[in-house]
Structure formats: C-alpha cells, structure tokens
C-alpha cells in the first residue's frame, strides 16, 4: 500500500507543472528542457526517502503499541536492503517519468503505478512472456529481472538489485529526457 501511494504522489508531482501550465516558464529558462525531467528524477529520490522514513516511523509506533522489536537481524544488512529498496522504487520512477511527463499521461502513469503497488505487474509481465516465447523459447520469464518482482524477492541479492535498478532506469530515463527535449512544450 505504501508504494502504491507513493507512486500516486509522484504521478501528481510529475504532471503538476503541466497541469497547471509552470513548464513553458521553467523550461524556456534551461538550454534543454530535458533538464526539467532530470530534475524531477532526481527529486523523486528524496521524495522517495521521505515516504519511506515515514512507513519506517508509522510501523515501528504501530508495533511498539502492539508488542516488543525484537533485533533479529544486523543494522547493516537493514540498511543494505533499505538502499536496494529505494533504489529498485527509483528505477519504477523512471517509468513513470517517462509516461507522464514525456507522454504526458497522468491517467496511465495513476494506472501504473497502482499495479506496481498492489503487485499486478505480473499479469503484464505474463502477457509479454507468452508473446516472446517464439522468440526466445519456453523458459522465458522476464518477471525474474524487474524492479517490483526483484523487490520483493528475499533475500535481497545486491548483485541483481544494482543491474535491475541501473538498467531499468536507464532504459526509461534516457528515453524521458530525449524525448522530452524534442518535444514542443505546452
């Protein structure tokens, strides 16, 4: 659930300047526009440590009034996973950049980002493996290596995490600015 109002919160952060017509005065002032877009990436990170400290904050109250912590596991395996954590959101973040900004579509950027919180992204993912199977053979699952299904898996390889993250961001973030900085703003 958290995720799921976080990406909703950052789906209404991206569309904002456009929705309310900020972007022509922002992005006529850089020499690219796809600066903005970077700009708003970037903030999603601290917007995303944000949501998280606060779910940290509000689990912790809610199980002190309920029982005792018990500390089962080291302090830096906790900030290990917390990292890879955030991070893997992060690359979700790209996706959703590059839908709603560069295509300019809150709707499905709102639509997005409920999948990925509510953990229905496999049903897509199960969607594309069946239709490259032809392609790539029988034992083609793509779920294995994408940011949702990475972060939820336990443990947490740091490995995989950084690859997925890295790339996946890179695949939708690039594209973003790109195409954002050929694209005539409205």
């Excluded at 049903?123 to 199977?133: M, P, T, V």
Aim: include cysteine; proline fraction near 4%.
């Amino acid at each position: 659930m958290n995720l799921m109002l976080a990406l909703l919160s950052l789906c209404w952060f991206f569309y904002a300047d456009m929705e309310n017509g900020y972007i022509k005065n922002i992005a006529g002032q850089m020499p690219m526009k796809g600066f903005t877009v970077l700009s708003k990436f970037i903030a999603a990170g601290v917007h995303n440590i944000i949501f998280a400290a606060a779910g940290i904050i509000g689990n912790l109250i809610g199980t002190l009034l309920v029982w005792p912590i018990i500390m089962d596991v080291s302090v830096p395996e906790l900030f290990r996973v917390l990292f890879l954590r955030l991070l893997l959101v992060h690359s979700i973040c790209a996706t959703l950049l590059l839908v709603v900004t560069t295509f300019r579509s809150k709707a499905f950027g709102m639509v997005l980002a409920v999948l990925y919180g509510l953990g229905l992204t496999g049903l897509i993912y199960a969607g594309i493996n069946e239709g490259i199977k032809p392609l790539f053979g029988r034992a083609t699952d793509i779920a294995k290596f994408m940011p949702d299904t990475v972060m939820g898996e336990d443990p947490l390889d740091t490995v995989k995490s950084l690859a997925v993250a890295l790339i996946w961001g890179a695949v939708f973030l690039i594209p973003a600015i790109r195409i954002f900085d050929r694209k005539d703003v409205k």
